[in-house]
């Protein structure tokens, strides 16, 4: 059974810092891509950040500059770091893995950063 965990959200001032983890289970994590999504307010779920297996990053235009998204395969972790944090960043943040031909999320973890 995979399982997705996040954790890491609160609140936080702007131009603050998170960390949101991501632990994982029921998956060959070392083989999978992982993925951070968010959903702000009122709005669709939309990309955030890729990391591939073998550690290659890709970012939305949006948070390229101040997010890093980094694995741990020996944890079966991912993380997000969130640096210079804005309000517009405010959102609920989910992990997401493609297995298997399927989606997985986990339950997501809340990020309200205040002006």
């Known amino acids: 059974q995979v399982q997705l965990v996040e954790s890491g959200g609160g609140l936080v001032q702007a131009g603050g810092s998170l960390r949101l983890s991501c632990a994982t289970s029921?998956?060959?994590?070392?083989?999978?891509?992982m993925r951070w999504f968010r959903q702000g307010p009122g709005k669709q779920r939309e990309f955030a950040a890729f990391?591939?297996?073998?550690?290659?990053?890709a970012y939305a235009t949006s948070v390229k500059g101040r997010f890093t998204i980094s694995r741990d395969n020996a944890k079966n972790t991912v993380d997000l770091q969130m640096n210079s944090l804005r309000p517009e960043d405010t959102g609920v943040y989910y992990c997401?893995?493609?297995?298997?031909?399927?989606?997985?999320w986990g339950q997501g973890t809340q990020v309200t950063v205040s002006s």
């Open positions: 029921g998956i060959t994590f070392r083989g999978n891509a």
């Open positions: 997401n893995v493609q297995h298997q031909g399927r989606d997985y």
């Open positions: 990391i591939s297996s073998s550690g290659s990053t």
